[in-house]
């Protein structure tokens, strides 16, 4: 069965991730009638919706087939891809990890790699556990009420990723600002005019953020060539390739995955946790009573969140997938958000359950490109929790959560709640 206009629209349009029952109808009718097929959206080149967890695994793992960087990495509509290849010569607007594939992508990532390990980020989890402290306190003492996502979920992580990344406190507000532009260009809470835009206007805006950041990166690369530092912001400006330093190009993407990769996903999925937490008493109590359940409610909070909702890869071959045939130059989304609801993979997907098999879920990704950050995101995570429940002896909601509107990084922005400390 083909994709109806109507639930094609749907997947494209950034309002529908901020209302879970509407996005979530139009995936599951997917995922029964046509998990792998051919979606044409109003104002959109057409593109194949993979929403089975097997097909995203698959595609994800023929990397030498779906390329990241031979078309939009991300789901963008024709006016938004014009433009970006009439600004740039180019698919997209940055060249990053994500963008990038084959020895480029293997050699650029190389660079950081070895300083994202669990074993690498141990020597770190002291300093982090300060941070995680700081962010409780402060919480602790806005008792009875906060708003979770504003307190607390948006800003512990940004502190924790820029800390890695060697910048300086007082440019925290300034990277989150842009990071926020970066991923919620549609979003009139998160872009600079506070406006809803056209796809082409938002486009327009992300370019002046990029060009922001990239007069401060350029500041950075100075900084830590003069004095380089074990921080991965040094890695990026010391680091050569065949004896070259990287070119301004990469150098400029490398410092933008890093900075924005880190903060927005693991805020949502922070921010989506204690949203579950508040609904979920019998979680709370669980958490306190056996501490070795952490790992898997931390693992649950990913798949729950799924705070990247999409990725997409460009096939530079004919291949066949899910019985389809994919043509040369197709556009495919992979749907993370519809893979981790997968009723083959997941008993009972919609319900938040902490004691479900560890590492099924697909939030991070697979294959070359699977989450760089992904050890720091679990262990920031887990120390927060471990700091903050031991002082909460209950959570309920003070209001209706509210998500971001965008098709690619989104989550609760607002997750009002009522506490008692323990
Ligand atoms: C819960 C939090 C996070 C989630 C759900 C998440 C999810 C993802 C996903 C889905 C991808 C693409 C994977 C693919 O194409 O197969 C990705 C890539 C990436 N993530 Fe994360 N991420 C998170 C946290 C972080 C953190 C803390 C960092 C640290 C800086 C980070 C850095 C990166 C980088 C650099 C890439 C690009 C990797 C590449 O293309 O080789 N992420 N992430």
Same mark, same amino acid.
């Given at each position: 069965?083909?994709?109806?206009?109507?639930?094609?629209?749907?997947?494209?349009?950034?309002?529908?991730?901020?209302?879970?029952?509407?996005?979530?109808?139009?995936?599951?009718?997917?995922?029964?009638?046509?998990?792998?097929?051919?979606?044409?959206?109003?104002?959109?080149?057409?593109?194949?919706?993979?929403?089975?967890?097997?097909?995203?695994?698959?595609?994800?793992?023929?990397?030498?087939?779906?390329?990241?960087?031979?078309?939009?990495?991300?789901?963008?509509?024709?006016?938004?891809?014009?433009?970006?290849?009439?600004?740039?010569?180019?698919?997209?607007?940055?060249?990053?990890?994500?963008? *990038?594939?084959?020895?480029?992508?293997?050699?650029?990532?190389?660079?950081?790699?070895?300083?994202?390990?669990?074993?690498?980020?141990?020597?770190?989890?002291?300093?982090?556990?300060? *941070?995680?402290?700081?962010?409780?306190?402060?919480? *602790?003492?806005?008792?009875?009420?906060?708003?979770?996502?504003?307190?607390?979920?948006?800003?512990?992580?940004?502190?924790?990723?820029?800390?890695?990344?060697?910048?300086?406190?007082?440019?925290?507000?300034?990277? $989150?600002?842009?990071?926020?532009?970066?991923?919620?260009?549609?979003?009139?809470?998160?872009?600079?005019?506070?406006?809803?835009?056209?796809?082409?206007?938002?486009?327009?805006? $992300?370019?002046?953020?990029?060009?922001?950041?990239?007069?401060?990166?350029?500041?950075?690369?100075?900084?830590?060539?003069?004095?380089?530092?074990?921080?991965?912001?040094?890695?990026?400006?010391?680091?050569?390739?065949?004896?070259?330093?990287?070119?301004?190009?990469?150098?400029?993407?490398?410092?933008?995955?890093?900075?924005?990769?880190?903060?927005?996903?693991?805020?949502?999925?922070?921010?989506?946790?204690?949203?579950?937490?508040?609904?979920?008493?019998?979680?709370?109590?669980? $958490?306190?009573?056996?501490?070795?359940?952490?790992?898997?409610?931390?693992?649950?909070?990913?798949?729950?969140?799924?705070?990247?909702?999409?990725?997409?890869?460009?096939?530079?071959?004919?291949?066949?997938?899910?019985?389809?045939?994919?043509?040369?130059?197709?556009?495919?989304?992979?749907?993370?958000?519809?893979?981790?609801?997968?009723?083959?993979?997941?008993?009972?997907?919609?319900?938040?359950?902490?004691?479900?098999?560890?590492?099924?879920?697909?939030?991070?990704?697979?294959?070359?490109?699977?989450?760089?950050?992904?050890?720091?995101?679990?262990?920031?995570?887990?120390?927060?929790?471990?700091?903050?429940?031991?002082?909460?002896?209950?959570?309920?909601?003070?209001?209706?959560?509210?998500?971001?509107?965008?098709?690619?990084?989104?989550?609760?922005?607002?997750?009002?709640?009522?506490?008692?400390?323990?």
């Amino acid at each position: 069965m083909s994709i109806s206009k109507e639930i094609a629209n749907t997947i494209v349009d950034p309002r529908a991730y901020a209302n879970l029952a509407r996005i979530d109808a139009a995936f599951t009718t997917l995922r029964k009638d046509a998990p792998f097929e051919v979606a044409e959206a109003d104002g959109f080149d057409p593109f194949w919706v993979a929403t089975r967890h097997a097909d995203v695994l698959e595609i994800e793992k023929r990397a030498d087939v779906f390329l990241n960087g031979a078309g939009s990495a991300t789901l963008a509509d024709k006016a938004a891809n014009a433009f970006v290849h009439a600004v740039t010569g180019e698919p997209n607007l940055v060249r990053s990890l994500v963008q *990038i594939d084959g020895k480029e992508h293997k050699d650029l990532r190389a660079i950081t790699f070895p300083a994202f390990t669990p074993k690498a980020l141990k020597a770190l989890e002291e300093q982090i556990r300060g *941070i995680a402290r700081e962010f409780v306190d402060a919480m *602790i003492a806005k008792a009875p009420e906060c708003d979770f996502a504003r307190d607390v979920a948006f800003l512990y992580p940004l502190r924790v990723v820029m800390k890695v990344l060697g910048v300086p406190e007082e440019h925290e507000p300034f990277m $989150l600002k842009l990071t926020q532009e970066l991923f919620g260009p549609n979003d009139p809470d998160m872009n600079r005019t506070g406006k809803e835009v056209t796809g082409e206007e938002a486009m327009n805006l $992300l370019q002046q953020t990029m060009l922001d950041l990239e007069a401060y990166f350029g500041e950075v690369t100075k900084t830590f060539r003069t004095k380089p530092e074990s921080c991965i912001n040094s890695l990026i400006a010391n680091a050569k390739i065949d004896g070259e330093y990287l070119t301004h190009r990469q150098m400029m993407g490398y410092y933008i995955i890093a900075a924005t990769a880190g903060h927005d996903t693991t805020a949502n999925t922070t921010g989506a946790a204690m949203w579950a937490l508040a609904q979920n008493p019998e979680v709370l109590r669980q $958490l306190k009573e056996d501490p070795s359940a952490m790992t898997g409610f931390v693992e649950e909070t990913i798949r729950w969140a799924s705070p990247v909702k999409h990725f997409m890869r460009t096939a530079i071959a004919d291949a066949e997938v899910a019985g389809q045939q994919v043509k040369k130059g197709d556009w495919v989304m992979l749907s993370y958000h519809s893979a981790n609801r997968d009723e083959d993979v997941f008993d009972d997907p919609f319900a938040f359950k902490i004691d479900r098999p560890i590492h099924k879920h697909v939030a991070f990704g697979s294959g070359p490109h699977v989450c760089l950050g992904q050890h720091l995101a679990r262990m920031e995570m887990r120390i927060l929790w471990e700091e903050l429940l031991p002082r909460l002896s209950e959570v309920s909601l003070a209001g209706e959560p509210k998500l971001t509107q965008s098709t690619f990084v989104c989550g609760p922005k607002t997750v009002p709640i009522r506490f008692t400390v323990a």
